[in-house]
């Protein structure tokens, strides 16, 4: 088993949830050093994702207490003894956690991890230890727990960035930004001028928009109730937007595409958008005829990991990834 190296412990100030709702309570916490295979991040910055809120909205208290972030950016300050990429000094993201042992990882795909769900949402190690559990709190959430002046983290949940990048602006790329840039370039690999929507234009939308511009993709629809959003998305790319509550959505998107769309990314979490993208994918004639072989669709659901599918045949989906 993978021990502290020499039994150090550390004093951190960490934001920890102890009721449902919050508050976060600025405490200070008791932290072991990092293990052969860990690092000792000090953060700089850490975003804050839709999923860190649900949680701090829905916490169970007779789980304990406990330490949130997931979207970290700092500096390396220890590492353990089998730690070989990065050093101490190195300016790191922080992102989820994967095993690297199971068939998805070793296939290059940690999103899809078999022990994705323990590792990133367990709040502690998969044997069960707990960087945090000499101060009663439970840490590890996404492998980093962010919401704190330092964090354990291991080499699988980290990329090393330039010293010249601001870390402020990169802690956000761990999560909501990686997770729509590379729905559109990885799972759907959209092309040049191929058709997408994007439903929900909160931060996950805007970066499959911007990384839809990027790959060339025309039209880029933006689909939102919030006009305000809208509006930006248009500044970051999206060719057109439309707000699904003042106006009829899968006519619109009929509209400026004449048949509906090659893809479409939906990040709302609402299962009616779920139908309505399945809808609006190629829109043929018939709701029965509307999805073309090869039309792509991906899902991305709170707290689970998402998923992508490719259309077979009408109203059948296989998994892309
Ligand atoms: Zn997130
Ligand atoms: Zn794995």
């Known amino acids: 088993m993978d021990q502290c190296s020499d039994g150090q412990l550390y004093t951190i100030q960490a934001a920890i949830l102890c009721k449902r709702g919050g508050p976060l309570n600025i405490e200070s916490v008791e932290m072991e050093g990092p293990r052969d295979d860990e690092v000792l991040v000090r953060l700089v910055a850490s975003g804050i994702c839709r999923t860190d809120i649900d949680f701090c909205d829905n916490w169970d208290e007779t789980d304990g207490a406990v330490v949130l972030g997931h979207e970290g950016a700092g500096v390396i300050e220890r590492i353990g003894k089998r730690v070989r990429g990065v050093k101490p000094g190195d300016h790191v993201v922080l992102s989820y956690q994967s095993c690297g042992h199971c068939r998805q990882c070793r296939s290059g795909r940690p ?11 367990g709040f502690q190690r998969l044997d ?77 939308g805007l970066a499959a928009v911007m990384a839809s511009r990027l790959v060339g993709a025309d039209p880029i629809i933006g689909v939102d109730i919030k006009p305000g959003r809208l509006k930006l998305g248009l500044k970051l790319g999206a060719t057109h937007a439309i707000d699904n509550r003042r106006q009829n959505m899968a006519s619109r998107i009929t509209d400026i595409t004449g048949r509906g769309v090659d893809c479409v990314v939906e990040t709302t979490g609402n299962p009616e958008m779920h139908q309505l993208a399945i809808d609006v994918l190629n829109r043929m004639a018939s709701w029965r005829s509307s999805l073309e072989k090869g039309a792509r669709i991906h899902c991305q659901r709170d707290g689970e990991p998402s998923a992508s599918f490719r259309v077979t045949r009408c109203r059948r989906f296989s998994y892309l990834n």
Do not use: W
């Not at 959430?141 to 402020?168: C, M, Y």
């Open 111 to 121: 999103a899809h991890c078999t022990r994705f769900y323990e590792l990133n949402f």
């Open 128 to 204: 069960g230890s707990d960087g945090l559990q000499r101060s009663s709190v439970r840490g590890h959430f996404f492998g980093q727990s962010s919401f704190a002046t330092r964090s354990l983290a291991t080499e699988r949940n980290l990329v090393k960035v330039s010293k010249n990048l601001p870390l402020d602006l990169l802690a956000p790329l761990g999560c909501g930004l990686q997770a729509g840039v590379g729905t559109v370039m990885n799972s759907l690999k959209v092309s040049r001028r191929e058709s997408i929507a994007v439903f929900g234009t909160g931060a996950v």
